[in-house]
Structure formats: structure tokens, C-alpha cells
């Protein structure tokens, strides 16, 4: 028992410096794993990571005892040397261990996810390491994982970060103790927190340098068309699903005739042809409604977005107040701001050519919700209009197209938040978002 | 008779061509245009089997599949839908498959056959 409590102390140490020199989050999946695997002579373990954008926990990867028996050979000949296994660890290709049956099982798994699946997930991820039987877990789907690698009984080990879960390990072998597996809550969890916001700054960077070429200037249209494409493709799809189904039956019964069959093979290809562009149309699109949030200031947000309308009509004065506590959230930049441009536009719309218009603009946190108000004194909205504002394509402006407030109301939406309007004492509008913080 | 099948889509040539398949593998099939007939006719039918598609007019598929799931936690249901990239948004944890749409049917015939143990 002391020999293996030395041990332990050891790979600790190890998995410290490995830590602190991993570069990439998958090879820090394998890494740390096989260092947890030795510490606690594990025979199985998956990790699965929390997913923000999903809001659900996704299989990663996953290493059985017989994968590693070589390198505990290197781990037991070399342990004297402190930091020569994490080094070795560094350098060691994960290719062999991305290929095994026990890692691709576990990657054709995939687990979608909402609000049932979240709740039926709950019932076993918590914030406290704990014993839990295949039987237990109601979910088919990770039991289906689980008995793909004939794990009947697990350790769940949740990985925290700045209190939240970032993910958690089930992991199985003989003569467990809870209590050693305490250490690694915190330390997994916020390596792997730290790895997701890089990757977040790195996308968001991705997306801003996209977004100033020339090609992908114009948002509000690209946004519309993007839309107009999806649903198109969308409804081609599934009519063509039939369409091709069907021919390929209808096939069968068109007789040897030269001519038939040459008709019949000309409308295949081009059924096929059609087929394949709607596939097409949809990756592209699909790109234009990926949310991608990061930690944003929001002050600096908001006089950004003031630049970019203070053309529209420089008469108009804009206040802003943003309270510390709420000085920054968790949003999609560019989309957060085509919501300010959107709402500051329609509000300099509405006074026309009045010389002193003001628009307000305050930023509170309230309870779990960041809330932004922006308010106007240019008349409001007339009371049968009320009900049709964030309709798209509704508009009283010649000029309008009738999207921008249900743009508005698409990217709140998207950002979990709400987004309403009401009239202050007959003399303005007040628009006001709620986000979760 | 074979065991039941129902298949919910908006789209007719897709109820059409799935009715046709199944049959064909015998098993008997029933068909919905919408989640209203869709639980209507579960009640009554008590089928084994659901092929749902999840974008329909009304009420959507993932509704349907929460009703469904409710009164009858061990009937299997496969959602069907054209992408997917829908997967990662949807409460799929509580069907039993997930099928993207597609002309070649083999994937959902094998699904069907594997749910339905044959």
C-alpha cells in the first residue's frame, strides 16, 4: 500500500507538469488519462466534455488497461526521474490510441441533446464524485457506451472549473476509493476550461478577420439570403428524398424500350445532381448561423455600434450607462451588434429629421440576467402595430425590409435571452433584452 | 401479420415510398401527415415502432416524440430529418435512433430491423 501511495504522488506530480506544458486539448485527454489510469490502476475510462454551445456533455475519448501496458513499462523504469514520464507523455503521438475499437466505439456514439436529454442527465451528473451501476443510469445512450465497453459499474468524477462543470470522467477498476479522486476535480477541470476559451478566442478571431473581406460585407443580407437558402435547400431535400425513393421503384417497372431507359438514366442524374447541391447549399449556410459567444465587454460593444450609425443621423444624442457588475457577457459579438445597430437604427429612424433626439441606453445585471434597455422619446409604436413588430417583413418605412427588429429577435433568441417593447408615457419606445449572464 | 409501423411526415412521397418498403418487409405500416393524427392514431393503432420526422407544419416532431414517449416509454421511435446537424439540437437522448433523411434507405431498413429485433 505505501509502494502504491508513493506512486501516486509521483504520477500526481507528473500530471502537474503535464499539464502545464500541454498544448492541444485532445492529446491532454489521452495524456492525463493514462496518467490517471496508472495512479489508480484503472482497467477503463472515458472523459466527456461539457459542451457551452450545447449545453450537454459529449463522449471524447476513452482508454482500456490492455492499451497502455507498454507504457507503464516506460513509466515503472523511468519513475526515479522526476518529469521525464510528463516529457515523454508531451511527445508521445495519440494516433494509435484514437483507432482503437474501444475510442471509435465511443466516437459513433454521438449524443445529441436538449432540454429532455439535459434533465435525464442530471439525474446522475453532479458535483460530487460518486459510485453509480450501469442500471442506474436512465439514459439508453450512455448506457449503450457503457456497455459497449463492458463497464458495469463506474466511477463518475466531475471536472470543475470557477465552480461550473466542465466535464467528468466514469472510469472502472478494482479497490476504488473515493476520496483520491478528489484532487482531480479542480485540476482536469479548469486545463480543460482553459483549452475551450483559447479555442473560443481563436474562432471568434477566425469569424471577425471572415466577416471584414469585402465578400461577407454586407451581414443583414448575407443573413437573409443565408435564411432564404437554408429553408429552400431544406424543403428540396426532403421533397427529393421521396422524389428519388419513389423513381428508384418506378425504375423496375419501365420496360427494355431504348428510349425509356435512356430517359430514365438522363432524370437519375439529374435527380441525383439536385440532390447533391441541396447538401451543398446547406454546409454553406450553415456557417452563416453559427453563434459563437465569448466573454465580451459590453461598453465597448455598444461604441462600437454607435460608430457604425452615427451616420444615419448625427442629430441624435446617445447616453449609455453600463454598470460594473454588468460590464460584460457571454454573446456572440458580431451578432450582438448587428442587435445594437438594428435597434439604434429604427430608433434614429423614427425621429425623422428632429434635430435633438436622444437615445438611452442602460445595462443592468437583475438576479441571473443581464438586461438591456434602450429607449427612445420619438413617439413609440402605434398600438395596432404592436403585435406585428418582430414579424419578419413587416415594415411602416417605405424604405424598410421589414427584418431588422425580427433579426433582433432571431439572435436573442438564439442567445437564450428575451427581447420585448413597450411605450414609455406616449413619448417613446423601450426595447428590452434580457440575456442570462 | 407482422409487427406495426408508423410513419409520420408532411412529405407524401416519403409516406408513400416508406409504406411501400415496409410493407414489402412485411410489417404493417400506418402513415400520419402531422404530430395532431400523429398521437391521435398512437393511441388507437399502439404501434411498435415510430419513423417521426422532426420539421412538420404545427406541431414539430420533438413534441410529438415527448407525447409519445410519455404514454409509451418502450415503444421505439426513429427521428427522421433531412440534416444532420439538427442531431446536436434536439432531445434525440430520448428517441432511440437518429436517421438522416437520405434515397438510400438501407440505414433506416437496418435500424427498423435491429429495434424491431429481426
Known amino acids: 500500500?505505501?509502494?502504491?501511495?508513493?506512486?501516486?504522488?509521483?504520477?500526481?506530480?507528473?500530471?502537474?507538469?503535464?499539464?502545464?506544458?500541454?498544448?492541444?486539448?485532445?492529446?491532454t485527454y489521452f495524456a492525463a488519462l493514462i496518467i490517471f489510469m496508472l495512479a489508480f490502476n484503472l482497467d477503463k475510462i472515458i472523459i466527456f466534455k461539457y459542451s457551452r454551445s450545447k449545453k450537454c456533455f459529449d463522449p471524447k475519448v476513452g482508454l482500456k488497461k490492455e492499451y497502455i501496458s507498454e507504457i507503464k513499462d516506460i513509466w515503472e523504469k523511468n519513475k526515479s526521474e522526476t518529469g521525464y514520464f510528463a516529457r515523454w507523455l508531451l511527445d508521445m503521438s495519440c494516433e494509435k490510441f484514437n483507432h482503437t475499437e474501444c475510442n471509435e466505439k465511443i466516437q459513433s456514439l454521438n449524443l445529441p441533446c436538449n432540454e429532455a436529454s439535459r434533465s435525464i442527465a442530471s439525474t446522475f451528473i453532479t458535483d460530487e464524485v460518486k459510485k453509480i451501476n450501469i442500471q442506474d443510469i436512465k439514459n439508453r445512450r450512455i448506457q449503450n457506451i457503457l456497455k459497449e465497453i463492458e463497464m458495469t459499474s463506474a466511477f463518475y468524477i466531475p471536472l470543475l472549473s470557477r465552480g461550473k462543470l466542465t466535464g467528468f470522467i466514469l472510469c472502472s477498476g478494482d479497490s476504488l476509493e473515493k476520496?483520491?479522486?478528489?484532487?482531480?476535480?479542480?485540476?482536469?477541470?479548469?486545463?480543460?476550461?482553459?483549452?475551450?476559451?483559447?479555442?473560443?478566442?481563436?474562432?471568434?478571431?477566425?469569424?471577425?478577420?471572415?466577416?471584414?473581406?469585402?465578400?461577407?460585407?454586407?451581414?443583414?443580407?448575407?443573413?437573409?439570403?443565408?435564411?432564404?437558402?437554408?429553408?429552400?435547400?431544406?424543403?428540396?431535400?426532403?421533397a427529393l428524398v421521396g422524389i428519388i425513393g419513389l423513381f428508384n421503384k418506378l425504375k423496375k417497372h419501365i420496360d427494355k424500350n431504348e428510349k425509356a431507359q435512356r430517359y430514365t438514366s438522363v432524370i437519375e442524374d439529374e435527380l441525383n445532381k439536385l440532390y447533391n447541391f441541396t447538401l451543398d447549399i446547406n454546409k454553406y449556410s450553415k456557417d452563416l448561423s453559427v453563434v459563437q459567444k465569448t466573454r465580451v465587454n459590453l461598453q465597448e460593444l455598444i461604441n462600437k455600434s454607435i460608430d457604425m450609425v452615427e451616420g444615419i443621423n448625427s442629430n441624435i444624442v446617445f447616453s449609455v450607462y453600463v454598470d460594473e457588475k454588468a460590464k460584460e457577457a457571454y454573446v456572440d459579438k458580431s451578432h450582438m451588434e448587428r442587435v445594437f445597430i438594428n435597434l439604434f437604427k429604427n430608433s434614429m429612424e423614427a425621429y425623422g429629421d428632429k434635430k435633438d433626439g436622444k437615445i438611452t441606453v442602460v445595462i443592468v445585471k437583475s438576479g441571473n440576467n443581464i438586461v438591456i434597455k434602450i429607449r427612445d422619446d420619438a413617439g413609440g409604436i402605434k398600438k395596432d402595430n404592436f403585435n406585428n413588430i418582430l414579424k419578419p417583413f413587416f415594415t411602416t418605412k417605405k424604405q424598410g425590409t421589414g427584418l431588422g427588429l425580427s433579426i433582433v429577435r432571431d439572435i436573442i433568441k438564439k442567445h437564450n435571452g428575451t427581447v420585448e417593447f413597450k411605450n414609455i408615457d406616449s413619448k417613446g419606445l423601450e426595447c428590452t433584452i434580457r440575456l442570462p449572464a | 401479420?407482422?409487427?406495426?409501423?408508423?410513419?409520420?411526415?408532411?412529405?407524401?412521397?416519403?409516406?408513400?415510398?416508406?409504406?411501400?418498403?415496409f410493407e414489402d418487409m412485411n410489417y404493417e405500416?400506418?402513415?400520419?401527415?402531422?404530430?395532431?393524427?400523429?398521437?391521435?392514431?398512437?393511441?388507437?393503432?399502439?404501434?411498435?415502432?415510430?419513423?417521426?420526422d422532426i420539421?412538420?407544419?404545427?406541431?414539430?416532431?420533438?413534441?410529438?416524440?415527448?407525447?409519445?414517449?410519455?404514454?409509451?416509454?418502450?415503444?421505439?421511435?426513429?427521428?427522421?430529418?433531412?440534416y444532420s446537424h439538427y442531431k446536436q439540437d434536439f432531445y434525440t437522448w430520448v428517441a432511440d435512433a437518429y436517421i438522416v433523411k437520405s434515397p438510400d434507405l438501407e440505414p433506416l431498413k437496418d435500424k427498423v430491423k435491429e429495434l424491431l429485433g429481426e
Open chain 2, 55 to 82: 420539421a412538420m407544419p404545427g406541431m414539430s416532431g420533438l413534441d410529438v416524440l415527448g407525447k409519445i414517449k410519455e404514454m409509451s416509454p418502450n415503444t421505439y421511435v426513429i427521428m427522421s430529418t433531412a
Open chain 2, 1 to 21: 401479420m407482422g409487427k406495426k409501423i408508423m410513419v409520420v411526415d408532411d412529405e407524401d412521397a416519403i409516406r408513400l415510398l416508406y409504406r411501400e418498403e
Open chain 2, 29 to 52: 405500416v400506418i402513415d400520419c401527415e402531422n404530430g395532431e393524427c400523429a398521437l391521435e392514431m398512437f393511441e388507437k393503432e399502439k404501434p411498435d415502432l415510430v419513423i417521426l
Open chain 1, 179 to 238: 476520496e483520491r479522486f478528489e484532487p482531480f476535480k479542480s485540476l482536469l477541470g479548469i486545463v480543460i476550461d482553459n483549452f475551450i476559451n483559447i479555442k473560443e478566442r481563436d474562432n471568434i478571431k477566425t469569424y471577425l478577420d471572415k466577416e471584414s473581406s469585402p465578400y461577407v460585407n454586407n451581414q443583414e443580407q448575407i443573413y437573409k439570403l443565408g435564411k432564404a437558402t437554408a429553408t429552400v435547400a431544406h424543403e428540396m431535400k426532403n
Open chain 1, 1 to 27: 500500500m505505501s509502494k502504491k501511495s508513493g506512486d501516486f504522488d509521483l504520477l500526481l506530480y507528473e500530471l502537474a507538469v503535464l499539464l502545464e506544458y500541454e498544448k492541444d486539448l485532445r492529446h
